[in-house]
């Protein structure tokens, strides 16, 4: 079965600083992966996924996450964070056996200015 | 703007009551899938809908009915309300392949008294 494992609940960083948002998962075979932000009393939004290809994936808002298959990890990167990208962010897998998204229990993310 | 809809934002209801959460997406998606959000558990996957005319229990079933009703539209049913679905419900679709990642609704904020 696949899951998602967001070890951190929270995350804070001073504005300007790198952001990283961590995310672990188990697959029984390639993983598709996605990652998600919700701002307060909102749906979540897509920011990014990985399919294939190049591990550094480049995403909406500035973000990227670089895949790694040997430590399976898809950590969720800024290099500047900004105030507003203070949210909740999710790390969601998919795997070929199983067209549904499992998603992790979510990190919130607060940037302090 | 095209997406996915929820109705109502907001509901108070009183333990044994019921009702239902209504959801229509105008994306042409196959796939739509409704998520419970509680603090501290991440998404939990209720009911899914693989195509039109079918429907699946996902991890937290109990207590729910869902109608796939055409393409567009897939509601949840509460028969008899319970304190313990007080949640934050969100629906969501997807194309369904493998590659695709989920659109989701803005939420309905629900609280059982």
Redesign the interface.
Known sequence: AQSVAQPE?QVNVAEGNPLTVKCTYSVSGNP?L?W?VQYP??????LL?Y?TGDNLVKGSYGFEAEFNKSQTSFHLKKPSALVSDSALY?C?V?D?ND???S????TTVTVRA | NAGVTQTPKFQVLKTGQSMTLQCAQDMNHNSMYWYRQDPGMGLRLIYYSASEGTTDKGEVPNGYNVSRLNKREFSLRLESAAPSQTSVYFCASSEGGLFYGYTFGSGTRLTVV
Do not use: E, S
Request: charged content about 20%.
């Open positions: 609940d598709y996605f998600y009393n909102r749906g979540l939004q897509f996924k399919i999710f969601a998919r070929i067209y549904k998204l998603f992790g229990a979510g």
